[in-house]
């Protein structure tokens, strides 16, 4: 198999890591994904196969994009409607209160995240310990909503349309919109609809990938996977030194820190680093 993603629409109730270990074991090859999706919620999973695995840090910073379904009037231990219920709040608001709170969520925030959240604390996560009843330290962190928008509100449910960063948990950006309210709020339905310039209507859903007998037609090269980065093609000569681990020089370009994906003479060799005009060997493909 060569290294490639498969983009895999992930049905409710399965978690990533059920999806990872099935799709491994019928296909019989090394898989990876490249974030998260609670067993709640559908929508698109990145799937990294072979040595595509390699490069799963370039999709996971990608940002994202989710339809989301808020109840009103209910705060939940996890923030979702699988979670128990802790209180319960009378719902006093008007969509356009709705609409107004939302504009305050949009840009860079502190979120803290979940209580069930696959966090790691300690070396362990976050979600272990809260099931065992321990109580849980999170740390805020810095997160950006790109956008913020209201698709549908028939109060106590409002749908939002939210466009985020990498990392962004929308079950604690609702459970804080509904704190913002005054209600409270958890998720009812989630559905990640896109990664960066990867859409949910592209995937094959997971059903119909588990009756397939092959991979070949629905995976994609991890050289076409990752032409969201600029691309510079090498020679022999300087292709035999970054292999070698060394630098060239590369002086129309000027930013700073930018992956570009390496070719030499058409054929995709990995994935290199600019820093300061220096093009650098950052992960490249195993040589045959």
């Known amino acids: 198999m060569f290294p490639s993603v ?11 890591f059920q999806v990872v270990e099935n799709v491994k074991k019928r296909f019989k090859v090394k898989v990876g994904h490249t974030g998260t999706l609670d067993p ?5 999973l990145i799937l990294l196969l072979d040595t595509a695995t390699r490069y799963a840090e370039f999709f996971t910073k990608l940002p994202k994009e989710y339809l989301a379904t808020a109840t009103l009037g209910e705060i939940r231990d996890t923030y979702d409607a699988e979670g128990t219920l802790i209180e319960k709040r009378e719902v006093n608001i008007s969509c356009q209160d709705v609409h ?14 979940p209580p069930y959240s696959a966090k790691r604390i300690a070396g362990r996560r976050a979600y272990e310990l809260a099931r065992k009843g321990i109580s849980v ?33 929308i079950r ?5 919109i509904g704190q913002k309210l005054g209600c409270g709020a958890y998720v009812e339905d989630l559905r990640r609809t896109k990664i960066g310039p990867f859409d949910v ?3 094959i859903s997971y059903e119909r990938l588990m009756t397939l007998t092959d991979l070949q037609g629905i995976a994609i090269p991890i050289w076409s996977a990752l032409d969201f980065m600029p691309a510079v093609d090498l020679d ?3 292709a035999d030194k970054i292999r070698k681990g060394m630098f060239i020089t590369l002086p129309s370009y000027t930013k700073e820190r930018l992956f570009v994906r390496l070719y030499e003479n058409d054929t995709f060799i990995g994935v290199g680093i600019v820093e300061e005009n220096r093009l650098k060997p950052y992960r490249l493909l195993p040589q045959k």
Do not use: M, W
């Open 236 to 238: 022999f000569k300087n």
């Open 137 to 169: 330290d999170l740390k805020p962190v810095e997160v950006e909503v790109f956008n913020a928008q209201i698709v549908e509100c028939q109060i106590p449910q409002v749908r939002f349309l939210f466009f985020v960063s990498s990392g962004t948990y």
């Open 100 to 113: 107004n709170v939302l504009k305050s969520f949009i840009g860079k925030i502190s979120q803290v995240p």
């Open 172 to 176: 604690s950006l609702v459970h804080d």
């Open 40 to 44: 709640i919620a559908t929508g698109l």
């Open 6 to 16: 498969i983009l895999v629409d992930k049905p409710k109730g399965l978690t990533s």
């Open 201 to 203: 209507s592209k995937a």
